[in-house]
């Protein structure tokens, strides 16, 4: 009988072997599965593998036969790593009580992503005008000339409002005084000009 090539790749829960049998035919295929032995027949090719390294459930056990390979699926008894398909080491569940629930690797902690969210949030605190005289932008002008006008007497804010719309933007004043004798008179920035548009 001639002994057909094969590899396997497993993981914790089952181990897959691929046996190399190019033309197989699924009527002629014999496969058996036992606790500790698994036997390929196909005519005069075989394939025995006794004493498996650890022990398998027959009753989830399966395979494919396909054109190129047969695939076999052996169903863990016991989660973990075999490393290798057969070896002489005596049966790890002879030994182990049958109600003992199979050892499980050890975890690794969990990430707490709520408090890594907290921590950058509180470390991404707004700077105060105090620490840093240009933090904020115009959203800290903004809320500057929001205070002052929130803060002033009634005098104050008609004189913003006044100077503020008849200059075009270009002057705010505090002083009612000043700017309740006449108009506001524009004043561009140094290097531009003032344009009055159609409207």
Known sequence: MATLRHEFYETDEKLTLSIFDKGADPEQVKITFEPRKFSYTHGDKSLVLEPLKGQIDPARSDYTVGKVKVEVRLAKEAQGRW????????????????????????????????????????????VSPDQDPNAGGDAAVNDFFQKLYADADEDTRRAMMKSFQESGGTTLSTNWDEVGKGKVEVKPPEGSEWKKWAA
């Open 83 to 126: 490393g290798a398909l057969v070896g002489d080491s005596p049966d790890p569940l002879a030994k182990a009580p049958t109600s003992a629930a199979p050892a499980s690797a050890p975890r690794k902690p969990r990430k707490n992503w709520d408090g890594i969210t907290s921590e950058i949030l509180k470390s991404d605190t707004t």
